[in-house]
């Protein structure tokens, strides 16, 4: 598969089949995205991947408190400026397929993803608190930036393998179970989980494939013709 290829069909698959990833498959994809860039070769990321039972109980932990208020190791953006708040979903002038509501949409979106989308598996990118936060004087945002960077470089192997991601925040809204259910220490800040399995192309949720701003909007060129 080309590179762009993978980059034009990679899209938050919300939606999954119960089929199960093989955890081979998931070892080889980790394994390739190692090779993704990082401060001073820093590579300050490490993974904790779950699947079958235990994600099964994640996510029954995670409907348990879908009411309760998210307390994320990395807190979740509270506001944004008017000209970022119109591209959020329901500002998004973009209609969803079979002319649906988009406000519907905007809600089974968050139903299912209460259920984290039934993705069979998840790979939880952490990072070390001592290095993220720097004897608390600062945040050391080019950890969290270098696991961005693997995210991404995850998303892409995924599509050559046939599979289906969502870089999630919701799957790390509850650390506690995380941590319990993970043995993941408090020495660790739990980034963001990458829901991963195969996509069911049937979910209408599935259909929708996101817009973007046009290059020309965001880019101001010097010195070419
Ligand atoms: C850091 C990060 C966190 C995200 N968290 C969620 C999430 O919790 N639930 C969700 O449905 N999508 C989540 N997304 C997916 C974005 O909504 C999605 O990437 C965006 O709408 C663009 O759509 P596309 O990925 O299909 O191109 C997240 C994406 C990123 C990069």
Redesign the pocket.
Known sequence: MELKDAINT???T?GFTDKPVPKEILEEIVKQALRAPSWGNTQPWEFVIAGGDVFTEIKQAYLDKAEETPSPDLPFPQQFPEFIRERL?YARRQQPPDNRDPKEVLKE?QVM?SRM?EAPAVIYILTDREMYEQDGRSKDTYAIFDC?LI?QTIMLLAVEYGLGT??????VRCPEVLREKLEIPDSKVIV?GILIGYPDTENPQYK???DRVPLEDISRWYGFE
Not at 166 to 171: F, G, N, T
């Open positions: 990679r899209k938050t919300r979903p979106r993803g989308y961005g995210a969502v870089a999630a925040a919701q799957s963001l929708i494939y996101s």
